[in-house]
């Protein structure tokens, strides 16, 4: 124990000294910021480049300075000193935490641009198209007074438009395009197809959501060949299931299984012996499952709506339409069967990566967020990273209330809507965050009913955001919004232009409203954020009732016993203790949920690295050909009439071929086997440990496997002037692919809602 003390007060010291050291930077840069502003734009560039020595920057206050006169002369924003503070921070490889509205978008341009001035390549990480495009485009003077280049990367371009943008210093790209163009190069037979370049430096705007939330998200890509489905009829058969006679769902709506006479009942309608035989548990049975998942687990306007007859799952983290997600290809076609749409065509899955493995592919990665100090542990434990805590710019002006407790959902519901009601007839804009869809349209309603008008901004009209979010701050708005994570764009008081600011100063500024507390209080400071920016007044206060998710599950068996008053609320120090503690027991299951599942990722992402090396050998080398021609001299001796360069890429392209095809079957193997594992620990194997025993022996075979069935098809598989005829040979490559990423956690909602019934949730 003593020893772990040590530890931390050294690293307290170090954070404190390091926080030191930055401010005295920073005050340096001041009179070189007064001397500099005297010179040329040239002169000032060459300054900026003259304090990189060796690749590092060793003149940090001749840097700043530079940046700071930049800044000025072609984006009119001084860097206030907390900025340049962040600037240094991110420099050294932290995740620094800035709350919203304090500027850490010019933060993380000034940082890029010192990385880039020593020869690094920069991706700056966004979560969205939008702001990666906003960015680019706003940050883009200050890049280019250096004689740097930016670009942004969206959904949009084609290969050779992303080609180019990847050739500049600095490229701002949401994550997902990112990891797709990884996964895409990892397809290729010519290396000149590449569009990416390496990277040194990955910076993160909402590097929480993206290093914690979103870590375990894998980003699929998959090439057309026709998925399995569950037929209509069984489809048919489980949509007339009743819940507890014929499946039971468990408590915390993650599983649900079939009773017994619930199989019976399938089995009589289906008109076959027994679901767990052996021809039918591999097939039949899985579609049941599927479509009992779907039916039960899987609810429209909390998991996904239904919009233009598609299915459109919602990101529960952010809120919003989540345009390139969609579930496990049977669970997919399951929810499309059961809401009777078009049943979308399924495929192969070529290759996947997650947020977590793409992100340490990146030498260096650093990052900012406003909420970054509560994800301290994960950011070390997985990305072995610090945070680094900027002070504010304005002091904060912001009232934090304590929670007000309910003893049933009923009586917190009800009195939400009376606190609305009172902060409205003042006039103070409030914005109320709540946990899903269902939930945010049930208050709405009633918020209408009582004659308030209201702004919803959901998943399903996040279009609209930009106007909502500019109305926000307005005299007498209510907002009421689903997550507000990852939104990246701050509510102005007094209205986008801000004409009224004084105004709703006068009244206290923003009110913030959590319906709930989320499973981590990280996710609740993300929403109080949205209130009190730069100095503003503000307020924040969250509901709990003590039937809420994350008490129940927090509290798990534990009860506590309480004296409501007549609204049903409840004043008691041990409880809100209690709900604390609820929530910390939450999150401490999310990150055990998180450290497990990186342990299987772990091995595969391991696996993956080395796969990557053999595929860059035989891509940029030309020892396809020399094992091959070692393997069959004969068939080597038959080409030796056509020219060097066609026998070497026709050698390459049939390994590559059987490389890739070899990697696509082992992550299939090995999702199966993840799926299995759980009943293999019945029969007291432990499940990691069976999990990786499989996976090596596996991917020692796969190299093997994989030469061996080149050498074949070099032997047979006809070569000439045009390269090797592989289509010919049934061997062809998918013709088209398609990328999404896989909603680890379909459920990941506060399942609230669907405990209390949707639609009257608020009456
Ligand atoms: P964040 O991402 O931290 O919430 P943004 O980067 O979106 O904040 O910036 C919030 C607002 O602050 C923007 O309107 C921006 O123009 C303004 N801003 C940033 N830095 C400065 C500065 N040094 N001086 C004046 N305004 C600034």
């Known amino acids: 124990?003593?020893?772990?003390?040590?530890?931390?007060?050294?690293?307290?010291?170090?954070?404190?000294?390091?926080?030191?050291?930055?401010?005295?930077?920073?005050?340096?840069?001041?009179?070189?910021?007064?001397?500099?502003?005297?010179?040329?734009?040239?002169?000032?560039?060459?300054?900026?480049?003259?304090?990189?020595?060796?690749?590092?920057?060793?003149?940090?206050?001749?840097f700043l300075a530079a940046l700071s006169v930049a800044s000025e002369r072609r984006l009119g924003l001084a860097p206030f000193h907390v900025q340049s503070q962040g600037v240094l921070r991110l420099l050294e490889g932290d995740v620094i935490q800035m709350a919203t509205g304090e500027g850490k978008t010019l933060v993380g341009a000034m940082a890029a641009t010192g990385f880039a001035l020593t020869g690094k390549r920069v991706?700056?990480?966004?979560?969205?198209?939008?702001?990666?495009?906003?960015?680019?485009?706003?940050?883009?003077?200050?890049?280019?007074?250096?004689?740097?280049?930016?670009?942004?990367?969206?959904?949009?371009?084609?290969?050779?438009?992303?080609?180019?943008?990847?050739?500049?210093?600095?490229?701002?790209?949401?994550?997902?395009?990112?990891?797709?163009?990884?996964?895409?190069?990892?397809?290729?037979?010519d290396r000149r197809e590449a569009v990416q370049a390496r990277a040194d430096v990955a910076i993160v705007d909402e590097a929480d959501s993206v290093l914690v939330d979103e870590a375990l998200v894998p980003l699929v890509l998959a090439g057309n060949r026709p998925g399995e489905a569950p037929t209509g009829q069984i489809t048919n058969v489980v949509s007339r299931l009743r819940e507890d006679v014929d499946y039971s769902t468990d408590p915390d709506g993650r599983a649900v299984s079939l009773t017994e006479h619930g199989a019976r009942r399938v089995?009589?309608?289906?008109?076959?012996?027994?679901?767990?035989?052996?021809?039918?548990?591999?097939?039949?049975?899985?579609?049941?499952?599927?479509?009992?998942?779907?039916?039960?687990?899987?609810?429209?306007?909390?998991?996904?709506?239904?919009?233009?007859?598609?299915?459109q799952l919602i990101d529960a983290s952010r809120g919003r339409v989540a345009d390139l997600q969609r579930w496990p290809d049977g669970l997919q076609a399951a929810v499309e069967a059961k809401e009777g749409l078009e049943v979308s065509e399924g495929g192969r899955i070529l290759d996947t990566i997650t947020l977590q493995e793409l992100m340490r592919r990146y030498p260096l990665v650093c990052g900012m967020t406003g909420t970054a100090v509560e994800a301290t542990d994960q950011l070390r434990q997985f990305y072995d990273l610090h945070v680094s805590v900027i002070d504010r710019n304005d002091e904060l002006r912001r009232?934090?209330?304590?929670?007000?407790?309910?003893?049933?959902?009923?009586?917190?519901?009800?009195?939400?809507?009376?606190?609305?009601?009172?902060?409205?007839?003042?006039?103070?804009?409030?914005?109320?965050?709540?946990?899903?869809?269902?939930?945010?349209?049930?208050?709405?309603?009633?918020?209408?009913?009582?004659?308030?008008?209201?702004?919803?901004?959901?998943?399903?009209?996040?279009?609209?955001?930009?106007?909502?979010?500019?109305?926000?701050?307005?005299?007498?708005?209510?907002?009421?919004?689903?997550?507000?994570?990852?939104?990246?764009?701050?509510?102005?008081?007094?209205?986008?232009?801000?004409?009224?600011?004084?105004?709703?100063?006068?009244?206290?500024?923003?009110?913030?409203?959590?319906?709930s507390r989320h499973r981590s209080s990280r996710l609740d400071n993300q929403l109080r954020g949205r209130a009190g920016r730069q100095g503003d007044p503000g307020l924040s206060v969250f509901f709990v009732s003590l039937e809420?998710?994350?008490?129940?599950?927090?509290?798990?068996?534990?009860?506590?016993?309480?004296?409501?008053?007549?609204?049903?609320?409840?004043?008691?120090?041990?409880?809100?203790?209690?709900?604390?503690?609820?929530?910390?027991?939450?999150?401490?299951?999310?990150?055990?949920?998180?450290?497990?599942?990186?342990?299987?990722?772990?091995?595969?992402?391991?696996?993956?690295?080395?796969?990557?090396?053999?595929?860059?050998?035989?891509?940029?080398?030309?020892?396809?050909?020399?094992?091959?021609?070692?393997?069959?001299?004969?068939?080597?001796?038959?080409l030796d009439a056509l020219p060097e360069s066609i026998k070497e890429s026709a050698a390459r392209e049939v390994m590559l071929y059987h490389l890739d095809l070899a990697w696509a079957d082992h992550l299939e193997l090995m999702d199966d086997v993840r799926e299995s594992i759980h009943l293999r620990a019945i029969a007291r194997e432990t499940p990691i440990d069976e999990y990786h025993r499989i996976a090596v022996r596996e991917f020692k075979e796969l190299a093997q496997r994989a030469v061996d069935s080149a050498v074949e098809t070099f032997e047979t598989v006809e070569i000439d002037q045009d390269g090797a005829h592989l289509e010919d040979h049934g061997l062809s490559r998918p013709s088209a692919t398609w990328t999404y990423m896989v909603s680890d956690n379909p459920l990941a909602g506060s399942g609230n809602s669907a405990i209390a019934g949707i639609g009257n949730l608020f009456r």
């Not at 404190?16 to 401010?23: D, F, V």
């Open 123 to 189: 991706h700056v990480v966004t979560v969205n198209d939008y702001l990666a495009g906003r960015d680019a485009e706003w940050m883009r003077p200050l890049v280019e007074f250096f004689g740097l280049s930016v670009a942004s990367v969206t959904e949009k371009m084609d290969s050779s438009a992303r080609r180019e943008a990847y050739l500049s210093n600095i490229i701002y790209a949401p994550v997902n395009e990112l990891g797709f163009d990884v996964l895409r190069d990892n397809q290729i037979t």
């Open 1 to 62: 124990m003593a020893g772990f003390n040590w530890f931390w007060k050294a690293m307290g010291a170090q954070t404190e000294r390091n926080s030191k050291k930055s401010k005295a930077i920073v005050t340096d840069s001041l009179k070189a910021t007064a001397a500099l502003s005297q010179l040329s734009d040239a002169e000032v560039a060459k300054a900026a480049r003259k304090s990189v020595k060796d690749g590092d920057i060793a003149d940090k206050a001749q």
């Open 548 to 638: 809420d998710d994350v008490v129940s599950q927090g509290g798990a068996g534990e009860t506590i016993s309480a004296q409501p008053d007549e609204t049903g609320r409840i004043e008691s120090k041990r409880v809100s203790d209690f709900v604390a503690h609820c929530q910390r027991v939450t999150e401490g299951q999310l990150l055990e949920i998180h450290a497990q599942t990186w342990k299987y990722n772990q091995l595969l992402a391991d696996q993956r690295v080395i796969v990557d090396e053999r595929r860059a050998k035989l891509l940029d080398t030309d020892q396809a050909w020399l094992e091959l021609m070692q393997r069959a001299p004969q068939r080597a001796d038959e």
């Open 267 to 311: 089995e009589r309608e289906l008109g076959i012996d027994s679901l767990y035989s052996e021809g039918n548990i591999g097939t039949v049975l899985v579609k049941v499952n599927l479509a009992l998942h779907a039916k039960a687990l899987l609810i429209r306007d909390i998991h996904y709506i239904v919009s233009e007859g598609k299915l």
């Open 399 to 515: 009232l934090d209330e304590s929670d007000r407790i309910y003893a049933t959902v009923d009586e917190k519901n009800r009195a939400i809507v009376e606190e609305i009601a009172h902060l409205h007839e003042s006039g103070q804009p409030v914005l109320v965050g709540t946990h899903d869809v269902a939930e945010s349209e049930a208050l709405a309603e009633v918020l209408r009913e009582r004659g308030i008008s209201v702004n919803v901004l959901n998943a399903k009209n996040d279009a609209e955001e930009a106007r909502i979010v500019a109305e926000a701050g307005e005299v007498g708005q209510v907002t009421v919004s689903t997550q507000m994570a990852g939104r990246g764009t701050d509510i102005k008081l007094g209205g986008a232009d801000e004409a009224d600011k004084a105004a709703v100063v006068d009244l206290g500024g923003l009110a913030v409203i959590g319906t």
